[in-house]
T-cell receptor, first 114, second 113 residues
């Protein structure tokens, strides 16, 4: 158990809908990362927050947004969902924001768009 | 363009042998490289980190090398066991100033008894 908690574990929704994925980082970790994993693309970095502030952005679509709250939990909002958004979404956390940190992954949220 | 390449074909080896996985990268200057293990449907689990000024790192049956001239890392598992069967991901970091990692697509390792 990495200590990173993600909910929901599985989600099935229709195209055009909006969903929110939730992440609680490990106790004491200030950084939260979101990754998307699909079969053909591998693990793709979406966004990184540190202590409530956005630190880095990767291949995150404009239809997607994220935030980190004062209690350090984070939410990833996916809107106007398309079939291609079906993937495993991982949250990860680390103590600091800067290089050399180990990051700890949650078990992921399976999103299926039908 | 930036690329991280790991062998997309599964590596099949017999129990007790040494497994060697390769990670090659282009157009990156990472400060460090990490290796993760991922089981089907689970989150990646950190195994080892090696920095750009280190040539080799060991942890129990695991060994990682990092050659910044060749832009390559090798990941070895000695005395492999069926329980080592998983997908192994390499990840580069430190080039953006933050600890964001960029992952390769991984290589599946299958260890048969």
């Amino acid at each position: 158990d990495s200590g990173v908690t993600q909910t929901p574990k599985h989600l099935i929704t229709a195209t055009g809908q909006r969903v929110t994925l939730r992440c609680s980082p490990r106790s004491g970790d200030l950084s939260v990362y979101w990754y998307q994993q699909s079969l053909d693309q591998g693990l793709q970095f979406l966004i990184h927050y540190y202590n409530g502030e956005e630190r880095a952005k990767g291949n995150i679509l404009e239809r997607f947004s994220a935030q980190q709250f004062p209690d350090l939990h984070s939410e990833l909002n996916l809107s106007s969902l398309e079939l291609g958004d079906s993937a495993l979404y991982f949250c990860a956390s680390s103590v600091e924001a800067f290089s050399g940190n180990t990051i700890y992954f949650g078990e992921g949220s399976w999103l299926t768009v039908v | 363009s930036q690329k991280i390449e790991q062998n997309s074909e599964a590596l099949n080896i017999q129990e007790g042998k040494t497994a060697t996985l390769t990670c090659n990268y282009t157009n990156y200057s990472p400060a460090y490289l990490q290796w993760y293990r991922q089981d089907p449907g689970r989150g990646p689990v950190f195994l080892l980190l090696i920095r750009e000024n280190e040539k080799e790192k060991r942890k129990e049956r695991l060994k990682v090398t990092f050659d910044t001239t060749l832009k390559q890392s090798l990941f070895h598992i000695t005395a492999s066991q069926p329980a080592d069967s998983a997908t192994y991901l390499c990840a580069l970091g430190g080039f953006s100033g933050y600890s964001t990692l960029t992952f390769g697509k991984g290589t599946m390792l299958l260890v048969s008894p």
